[in-house]
């Protein structure tokens, strides 16, 4: 379905982040279905041995992996004096303030601030790491930079829409004559559209700019021509899904932004320096290798599965 198309695709670990968060664990209700109780202690037993999707770890084994690897990243940081500066975690907020995507990241993570800043500071030293010691003139950084500003320093203008969906055009004729009768767009949208996340959302399908895959250059044309708050009126729009009979309200409209060179230079610099180690250091390697000498002590004996891997492999090294 069109809706389907449009939602923001969110790239977040929730449920790592369940995991991670067992603060208050303590085995008492944590939901009650006609006065049948579901304990915290089973939600979270069960939902550390929920295999990864696509994958037949389980989540649990799947986190504690990840951590003993970040720790791991940490140490090495320290020993090669290269550690994270406070002034590099907050380049990297700094960046994410700036388009105003550290509130919801933090919302769809459900994460605090202070969480976030720890996986910055393992993000950043692995950088730091790997680029140790690489230089990178600053004309390259430059010439970077003015090879992908349309690109990747480049925001294109966007229109935030609504729509209402309906699979014909008696239905959609219906919805515009209440829109025009004075009946809010979302409670149209709720009520009529045909689309699921349409009608969940009460219409609102997120931006869109020119451009942008996935989405009818039909719709976008339609939402570019709106001021904010107008609707447009009902026309036919054509996927793979078939046709549909669309409203669209422009919510909010956005300008094209720039990123200016001296606000993304130190950035491009890093990621620079960070691609040309990698040519000489294999990150993978390098975390396997740092395994094998690491005293990995773990208590809980359902996970124990990780000590007698790398107790394992360092048996079969020391055969060879």
Not at 61 to 90: F, R
Not at 149 to 157: Q, R
Not at 166 to 190: H, L, N, R
């Amino acid at each position: 379905m069109l809706g389907r198309r449009l939602a923001l695709i969110t790239a977040a670990g929730l449920l790592a982040a369940l995991v991670l968060s067992g603060c208050g664990r303590d085995g008492g209700t944590f939901v009650s279905i006609n006065g049948e109780k579901i304990s915290k202690d089973e939600f979270y037993n069960r939902l550390e041995k929920t295999p990864i999707p696509g994958s037949n770890v389980p989540i649990g084994q799947y986190v504690l992996d990840q951590m003993i690897n970040e720790k791991l990243i940490v140490q090495m940081a320290k020993e090669k004096k290269v550690e994270p500066t406070e002034a590099q975690i907050k380049r990297q907020l700094d960046l994410i303030k700036k388009d105003g995507n550290l509130s919801k990241l933090l919302d769809q993570r459900q994460i605090t601030l202070e969480e976030y800043k720890k996986e910055l500071y393992v993000r950043q030293a692995l950088i730091n790491i790997v680029s140790k010691g690489v230089k990178i003139p600053d004309k390259d950084v430059k010439a970077f930079y003015d090879e992908k500003k349309s690109t990747l320093y480049t925001k294109p203008e966007t229109v935030e829409i609504g729509a209402v969906v309906c699979k014909t055009e008696e239905k959609i004729k219906k919805a515009d004559q209440q829109i025009k009768g004075g009946t809010e767009f979302s409670t149209v949208a709720m009520n009529l559209s045909d689309d699921e996340i349409a009608k969940r959302s009460g219409g609102k399908l997120g931006p869109v700019w020119r451009g942008r895959a996935g989405v009818p250059d039909i719709l976008v044309d339609a939402a570019f021509k709106l001021k904010v708050g107008q609707c447009s009126e009902p026309f036919k729009v054509t996927t793979q899904d078939g046709p549909s009979w669309v409203i669209v309200k422009a919510l909010d409209r956005k300008s094209e932004v720039v990123q200016p060179y001296n606000e993304v230079k130190d950035s491009i610099h890093e990621m620079l320096a960070f691609n040309e180690g990698q040519k000489r250091t294999d990150v993978t390697n390098l975390i396997a290798k740092r395994r094998e000498s690491a005293k990995i002590d773990i208590k809980d004996k359902k996970y124990s599965i990780f000590s007698e891997k790398d107790k394992d492999k360092k048996s079969g090294d020391k055969k060879k």
